[in-house]
Nanobody
Framework: QVQLVESGGGLVQAGHSLRLSCAAS???????MGWYRQRPGMQRELVAT????????NYLDSVKGRFTITGDIAKSTWELQMDNLTPEDTGVYYC??????????????WGQGTQVTVSS
């Protein structure tokens, strides 16, 4: 059974940094590593992705230059380094991945979410 477990959320002041971590278990391979967020009153949005093949990254425009996604395939972990946080970054952040198992093939999985609150 695939599980994604997040850690690292919390409360910080604007301008400060946080690092989120995601640990995957139960998968044979990880195709895409990602982070989404859901801000108060808004739909869930993609924040960043990282592909296993080619190491290609993709970022939400509003976080470019401030957030960095990295991954360690061998350890089945990935992280989101968030710098220069603003109150507009407040929300629940979800670890997301496209993972492969022998029983289900490649499919999308989600972590339970971690709260990030940035005070002004």
């Amino acid at each position: 059974q695939v599980q994604l477990v997040e850690s690292g959320g919390g409360l910080v002041q604007a301008g400060h940094s946080l690092r989120l971590s995601c640990a995957a278990s139960g998968a044979v391979a990880i195709n895409i590593m990602g982070w989404y967020r859901q801000r108060p009153g808004m739909q869930r949005e993609l924040v960043a992705t990282l592909t296993r093949v080619g190491g290609r990254t993709n970022y939400l425009d509003s976080v470019k230059g401030r957030f960095t996604i990295t991954g360690d395939i061998a350890k089945s972990t990935w992280e989101l380094q968030m710098d220069n946080l603003t109150p507009e970054d407040t929300g629940v952040y979800y670890c997301n991945g496209n993972l492969y198992t022998y029983s289900t093939g490649s499919r999308e999985y989600w972590g339970q979410g971690t709260q990030v609150t940035v005070s002004s």
